[in-house]
Structures are given as structure tokens and as C-alpha cells.
């Protein structure tokens, strides 16, 4: 019988929930592509409206989901479902869906990023 070793105490935290944004462009301007539809623009308001509200999750720009005739691309990761057509307008609704679904988990302050005592 094999023993298996305990987990090293400063193990890396296994990896918790991605959303992956399609940025693919189309050489040919005639195809859809998520980045003709704002698809840059959608990553930037992703990451910033998460990191406002402190949820622990990454974005992750990937280059082709597949679905540029129905983008920008939007996927949860690990396993989730896509999310087509979303505009920046939406982020904020889309992010409180996932909150709440995902159960997101706020990432902790360091005590590196609190301001000074006393002010």
C-alpha cells in the first residue's frame, strides 16, 4: 500500500473560475469576428468591473471559441457555458448573474494595499 504524502502548507490554492473573451480578428473583413464587435472593449470592462467589486476571477483573453458569427465570445471556465452577443453595457448585469450562480468568492485585501493608519 502506497502512502500518500500530505499537501505542502504553502501550496498554491487550486484555480478557481476564468472567464475566457475571444479577441480573435478576421483577416477578412468581411467574416465576423468577436473582435470586430467589441470584444476588446468587453474584456477591458470585465476586468475593471470585477476588479471594482474585488471578485476573484480571471480573465483570460483567448484568441477563437468557434462562435464568431454570434460574438463577442464569452466562456466560464472550468466547463461553463458561453455567453454570445454580450455588450459593455451588459457587464455589470452579467457579473451579478455569475456572483450569484458561481458563488464568486471576493479576493483577499493585502496589507500591502490597505492606506496608512489614520487616514
Do not use: Y
Not at 54 to 65: A, P, S, T
Request: a neutral charge; aromatic letters at 2%; proline letters at 12%.
Amino acid at each position: 500500500m502506497t502512502k500518500v504524502p500530505p499537501p505542502l502548507p504553502n501550496a498554491p490554492a487550486p484555480p478557481g473560475w476564468s472567464l475566457l473573451v475571444c479577441i480573435n480578428r478576421r483577416l477578412r473583413s468581411d467574416l465576423a469576428s468577436c473582435a470586430a464587435r467589441g470584444s476588446e472593449a468587453l474584456a477591458d470592462a470585465i476586468e475593471a468591473e470585477a476588479d471594482r467589486r474585488g471578485l476573484d476571477i480571471q480573465v483570460e483573453r483567448v484568441v477563437c471559441m468557434g462562435r464568431c458569427n454570434h460574438g463577442p465570445t464569452v466562456r466560464v471556465a472550468p466547463g461553463g457555458a458561453f455567453h454570445l452577443g454580450l455588450g459593455v453595457e451588459q457587464v455589470p448585469g452579467f457579473l451579478d448573474r455569475l456572483e450569484t450562480s458561481l458563488e464568486l468568492p471576493k479576493k483577499a485585501i493585502s496589507t500591502n494595499d490597505l492606506p496608512p493608519p489614520g487616514t
